[in-house]
Structures are given as structure tokens and as C-alpha cells.
């Protein structure tokens, strides 16, 4: 193989997992009412069961940096995908609800991989001058990943069961972990700083308040994302405007499309008016866009449906701009880490939406059950899913006070 086209083929390997994992991580969403029926659930325990994966994804991000570091990303993925596909095969086929628990756990811990594997790939086959335009690559073929996780896959589970759909889910993720294994090099060399976690620096990050604001409003403002699209959204649409599964995960997934132009057009904006700006009136758009979508008496078109979560996926992408702000309040050295860490609590964001979101619906269930598991009404969700924009605008507030703290200081 040439020089030329080896760092490309050892970036694919790992890069096909972070891809995968969004599949992983959104098939639940297609299988809800199976799922409940399975485990004879309410939506509080579904809404558990979603938060378990980002607490797995959360907490192993500083571990998998650290084993990355030790023994390279070639024995990491490969254990991470054999992990979320062995756990895959529990959740399948198990019927105890601890078990189910654990699994979904350990898809979140394996999945922690995906990214910080493909950019310490990145890092040692490509040279600092690609660095940023392979990692933003990554990041648009990864989300093809999340798209594809949507009306296909649901496609699959209503000709095939979600069951054999989720077997094969499985074995290909174990696949992948095996083919990392046989093919995936680690280059060697002496002129590259490998990064390192720092307790130090940990500790010195920790005790930042502006940092913990920022990471903060980040959670705040992820639901539209990780509360929304990875989850309640598919449901929300099935019973609020009466679409078929197939059709409600495709108009979803246009969330995961308008990421794909947010952050090259918000790194943009801000340019101009400034992150935390731009924050902000993200914030304050996506409070809109759910508002509108949750209580307006507006009919809701296919294409003005799908303009609405192209809209919101653009805005989603705020994110960047979040970690782009974290940079510029820490030393070079501790960037690494900063990142981490802010992407740590943003992922944990997601246990706090579903979780909560989940307990919401019980909360205003009113007593309807269909096929021996609660129903719930279009109110409910309503309800329930009114915590996306209240803790949204609350994020902005949190955004918009560090923004004139920095400015008032910096004057």
C-alpha cells in the first residue's frame, strides 16, 4: 500500500466505530413501545434506560484518553466494539431489567472510543497541519451515521423485527472491533507530544468557576440534541402529528443534517460577533423552534417539518463554539483535558433529559395503558418534553452572564 493512501486507510478503521456507534446509540428510539412491552416499563425506567448510555459515555472519556495514550488505539477500539457488541447481544436477549441496565451501560462506556480514537489516529498519521480538517471530516461522516441510525434502521426493524436487526447490529460492531485488530498500525515516532492526563491540571481545571458555568450551560442547552433526536423525538412525532415510525425517524434525522453545515457556518458567524454571542442567539432559537413545535396550532408540512429540524441541527452546533470558548479560558497545555471534560458534562446532558423527561410523562400520565403498558397522550408529551426549551433558556442566561463577566474584565 502507498504512503499516500496508508494514513487514509488506518483513519478508516476506527472511523467506521465512531460512525457506528451513533447507530448504536440511536436504536432504542425506534423500538420504544417493543422495548417497554418487553420489560413491562413506564416511561420514567425507558427514560433511565436511555440515561444509563451517556452516563457509560460520560465517565469512560478521561479513562479511554488515558488507555489511548498507554496502549494505542488499535487494542482500544478493538475491546470498545467487541464490548458494545457483546452488550448489544445481552440487551437483545435478556429479560432482566438489571441486566438490560448494564448493558446499555457498557454500549455508552464502549462507544467513548469512537472519537477520541479516531483523533489520536489522526493525530499520529496525518501532520498538525490536516489535524482540524480531518477531525471536522470525521465529525461529518460520523453523523451520516446518526442519519442512517434513523429511517433505515427503522425500516429494517418493521420488516425484520427489532430483535434480528439488533443481532446483526451486534455481530457487525464485533466485526469492526475484529478488523481493527488484524489491520489497524500504530506509527511510532519521536517528534510528536503525546498528551498526557495531568492531576495538576485536572485540579486546576476543576476549580475554575467560569469553566463549570460553561459546561453547565452546555447540558443545559444539549436537549434539542441528546433529549429530542436521540430519543423522544420519533415517539413525539408518531403521537402528536399521526407519522409512521419510518417517516418520523427520517424527519428527525434532518436534525443530524443540519449539523453537518452548523459548524463550519457558526465558527463563521462568530468570527464576526463573537461566541458568546452566537451562544447565545443559538439558545434563543432553539427555545423558539421547540416552542413553535410543541404548542403552536401550526400544521406541519413534510417540508416545513424538515426545514424546522435542518434549522435546529444548525443550531445544535453551537457545541463547537462552546469548546472553541473553553480553549481560549485555558493554558495550551491543558486543552486536551479542558475538552474532555467539557464534553464529559455535555454528555451527561443526555442522562439529564431522558431521565427527567421520562419522569415527566409519568408525571402527567393520565391513566391510559395499551397492550399491558402505559399510554401516553399528545399533553403528555407536551409537558414532558417542555423541558427542552425552559432549560435551554436558562443556559443562554448562564452563557450570556460569562460572556459579560469576560467582556468586563478583558475591558
Avoid at 489535524?131 to 434502521?153: C, D, E, H, N, Q
Avoid at 423552534?289 to 424546522?308: D, E, H, Q, W
Avoid at 426549551?389 to 443556559?395: D, E, F, L, S
Wanted: charged share 10%.
Amino acid at each position: 500500500m502507498s504512503k499516500r493512501i496508508l494514513p487514509y486507510a488506518m483513519w478508516v478503521l476506527p472511523l467506521s466505530f465512531f460512525t457506528y456507534q451513533f447507530i448504536l446509540r440511536l436504536w432504542p428510539s425506534l423500538m420504544m413501545q417493543q422495548i417497554m412491552q418487553q420489560f413491562q416499563i413506564d416511561a420514567t425506567s425507558f427514560g433511565l434506560l436511555a440515561s444509563v448510555y451517556y452516563y457509560g459515555y460520560a465517565g469512560m472519556q478521561l479513562p479511554i484518553a488515558v488507555l489511548l495514550d498507554r496502549f494505542g488505539a488499535r487494542y482500544v477500539v478493538c475491546i470498545c466494539a467487541v464490548v458494545c457488541g457483546l452488550a448489544t447481544l445481552l440487551f437483545t436477549y435478556t429479560d432482566n431489567w438489571a441486566l438490560a441496565l448494564l448493558s446499555r451501560f457498557l454500549v455508552g462506556a464502549g462507544s467513548a472510543a469512537g472519537f477520541l480514537a479516531t483523533s489520536k489516529v489522526i493525530s499520529q498519521w496525518f501532520g498538525r497541519e490536516y489535524y482540524a480538517r480531518m477531525v471536522g471530516f470525521s465529525f461529518t461522516v460520523g453523523l451520516l451515521g446518526a442519519i442512517y441510525g434513523g429511517k433505515p434502521v427503522s425500516l429494517l426493524v418493521e420488516n425484520f423485527g427489532w430483535q434480528h436487526v439488533a443481532f446483526v447490529l451486534a455481530f457487525v460492531s464485533i466485526g469492526i472491533g475484529v478488523l481493527t485488530l488484524l489491520f489497524l498500525k500504530t506509527r511510532s515516532t519521536t517528534t510528536q507530544e503525546e498528551s498526557s492526563l495531568c492531576l495538576k491540571d485536572l485540579r486546576t481545571l476543576l476549580s475554575s468557576p467560569t469553566i463549570w458555568l460553561l459546561a453547565v450551560s452546555n447540558l443545559l442547552m444539549v436537549g434539542p440534541l441528546e433529549g429530542f433526536a436521540d430519543v423522544w423525538g420519533v415517539n413525539y412525532l408518531m403521537q402528536a402529528m399521526a407519522i409512521a415510525k419510518a417517516d418520523a425517524a427520517g424527519f428527525v434525522s434532518y436534525i443530524f443534517v443540519g449539523m453537518l453545515f452548523g459548524g463550519p457556518l457558526l465558527a463563521a458567524w462568530a468570527k464576526r460577533a463573537g461566541n458568546y454571542t452566537v451562544i447565545t442567539l443559538c439558545s434563543v432559537g432553539m427555545v423558539c423552534a421547540f416552542l413553535g413545535l410543541l404548542y403552536t396550532n401550526t400544521v406541519f408540512t413534510p417540508y416545513s417539518l424538515s426545514i424546522l429540524f435542518f434549522g435546529v441541527g444548525i443550531l445544535c452546533c453551537y457545541q463547537v463554539l462552546v469548546f472553541a470558548t473553553g480553549s481560549e479560558l485555558v493554558p495550551p497545555a491543558m486543552l486536551g483535558i479542558t475538552i474532555a471534560f467539557l464534553n464529559c458534562i455535555n454528555m451527561l446532558g443526555g442522562s439529564f433529559f431522558h431521565s427527567t423527561i421520562g419522569w415527566a410523562m409519568d408525571l402527567f400520565w393520565t391513566g391510559g395503558t395499551a397492550e399491558g403498558i402505559r399510554s401516553y397522550t399528545v399533553q403528555s408529551y407536551q409537558q414532558a418534553l417542555l423541558i427542552i426549551p425552559v432549560a435551554a433558556a436558562i443556559g443562554r442566561v448562564i452563557v450570556a452572564l460569562v460572556g459579560w463577566h469576560r467582556r468586563k474584565n478583558v475591558g
